[in-house]
């Protein structure tokens, strides 16, 4: 396809796939008239862990509203098109083709990296489609990513902070947490979801500095579990909403994020069903995700289940370890296992490893930056863990399938390793 060509020789514009520096992605965006300047009202998103689902959770309760919705994440799972959603459907390929050759026209041979020249594509398009909301999804940090080049947002919102790309962002917690709350803007609300002491400290510390207002989690807002679904509390009142559609209990913390930013919306009203039907209508590929039919799930005997998660540090996988136990108590847990480089195999296993039976590992398709299967099979090895070194996803869901069961198998530890499952299976991402 065309884009792929023209994707491909934009990833080659610079030689390094991150730099986290404003003054390339400032220069561009003034040579093409500042389309940052020119979006719907803007809510942006950092944090570690949960970014993509509270931007999911809040988008189907926009769109329940009636609401028209601009959303861009990262990275992507199938196709380069996840990343911009204009007014709910994903970017055409020939708009989003036409828009990077626009860019890369007003970049001339000047360095860019990848990340910002794509969202300032995605910031051309947002600027002229008709929209009532962009939700905006930092890529990595805060103070120096690419989306911070919105001025003035209408809300900001850091979901739970841990330990991840500290290569980037600092090898504390609290410098990583001073790189996220740096998207805070003076004057405008910051929704803060729960956080470790320590990265809450920061996060008020940089409010009190800039100005901001925060809603904090636990005190300006609430939720648990209930029979029914979710028992959600504020300033506002008590809420009572289903269950959420993603699965894990750490969905409950998103969703109430998701809400706790509806109610703070200024202009765009949300009605109570709205808020409920998107907790309860909220998509996200590739978190906590069951493939119930496909190649893949083909390969596994009957009453077996296949799932597929992307998360790729300890906190995520802490998060993926209560979930198993809330979903799966009583059945032997398989993994299936790729990591990308710069990771910690060690520490993204720990909460998993007293839940699981066995581990096959395997190289991340397709990318020439993850980390060996080897080291990975050495790492589960050194927690007690029983691992095989597998050629690839079908060869170790054939050996798992030799294995006891019922059972379920979870394919984790990469976002890469996840999309490349899903068009292993052939599950695509619905527009």
Same mark, same amino acid.
């Given at each position: 396809m065309a884009i792929d060509a023209v994707l491909r020789r934009l990833e080659?514009?610079?030689?390094?796939?991150?730099?986290?520096?404003?003054?390339?992605?400032?220069?561009?965006?003034?040579?093409?008239?500042?389309?940052?300047?020119?979006l719907p009202p803007v809510v942006h998103v950092a944090g570690t862990n949960g970014k993509g689902s509270v931007v999911a959770f809040l988008r189907a309760m926009l769109e329940a509203a009636g609401h028209r919705v601009h959303a861009y994440t990262s990275p992507h799972l199938i196709r380069f098109t996840e990343r911009i959603r204009l007014a709910g459907r994903l970017i055409e390929d020939e708009a989003l083709e036409r828009i990077l050759a626009e860019c890369e026209a007003a970049n001339g041979d000047k360095p860019i990296t990848f990340f910002e020249i794509t969202t300032?594509?995605?910031?051309?398009?947002?600027?002229?489609?008709?929209?009532?909301?962009?939700?905006?999804?930092t890529g990595l940090g805060g103070r120096l990513d690419a989306t911070n080049m919105v001025d003035t947002p209408m809300l900001t919102a850091i979901t739970p902070i841990s330990l991840d790309h500290q290569h980037y962002l600092g090898d504390e917690l609290?410098?990583?947490?001073?790189?996220?709350?740096?998207?805070?803007?003076?004057?405008?609300?910051?929704?803060?979801?729960?956080?470790?002491?320590?990265?809450?400290?920061?996060v008020e510390a940089e409010a009190r500095r800039r100005g901001t207002p925060?809603?904090?989690?636990?005190?300006?807002?609430? !939720?648990?579990? %209930?029979?029914?679904g979710i028992a959600y509390r504020s300033a506002?009142?008590?809420? $009572? +909403?289903?269950?959420? *559609?993603?699965?894990?209990?750490?969905?409950?913390?998103?969703?109430?994020m998701a809400v706790a930013c509806a109610e703070s919306f200024e202009g765009l009203r949300i009605p109570r069903q709205a808020l409920a039907a998107g907790v309860s209508a909220a998509r996200w590929p590739a978190r906590l995700q069951r493939l119930g039919d496909g190649r893949l799930a083909?390969?596994?005997?009957?009453?077996?289940?296949?799932?597929?998660?992307?998360?790729?540090?300890?906190?995520?996988a802490a998060a993926l370890a209560e979930s198993a136990l809330t979903l799966w108590p009583d059945r032997p847990l398989?993994?299936?296992?790729?990591?990308m480089a710069r990771k910690t195999p060690e520490a993204f296993l720990a909460p998993l490893a007293p839940?699981?039976? !066995?581990?096959? %590992?395997?190289?991340?398709?397709?990318?020439?930056?993850?980390?060996?299967?080897? $080291? +990975?099979?050495?790492? *589960?090895?050194?927690?007690?863990?029983e691992a095989t070194v597998a050629d690839g996803l079908e060869d170790a869901l054939r050996a798992i399938a030799a294995q006891p069961g019922p059972a379920q198998v979870l394919i984790c530890g990469s976002l890469y390793l996840a999309g490349a499952a899903l068009r292993a299976n052939g599950t695509d991402i619905l527009d």
């Open positions: 080659r514009l610079y030689p390094r796939a991150i730099d986290l520096d404003l003054g390339r992605i400032r220069r561009l965006l003034s040579a093409l008239d500042h389309p940052e300047r020119r300032a594509a995605a910031f051309c398009a947002f600027a002229r489609a008709p929209g009532d909301v962009v939700l905006l999804e609290t410098d990583i947490a001073a790189e996220k709350a740096a998207i805070l803007k003076p004057g405008v609300t910051g929704v803060i979801g729960p956080q470790p002491a320590d990265a809450m400290a920061v925060l809603l904090r989690y636990g005190a300006s807002y609430a !939720a648990h579990a %209930t029979e029914a506002m009142g008590r809420l $009572d +909403l289903p269950a959420p *559609a993603l699965f894990g209990p750490h969905q409950i913390e998103n969703a109430a083909g390969l596994l005997p009957e009453r077996w289940e296949l799932w597929l998660d992307g998360g790729h540090n300890p906190a995520a398989y993994l299936v296992l790729g990591m839940l699981t039976s !066995a581990v096959w %590992t395997l190289g991340v398709p397709g990318e020439a930056n993850a980390l060996p299967a080897g $080291d +990975l099979a050495q790492a *589960a090895g050194a927690l007690g863990l």
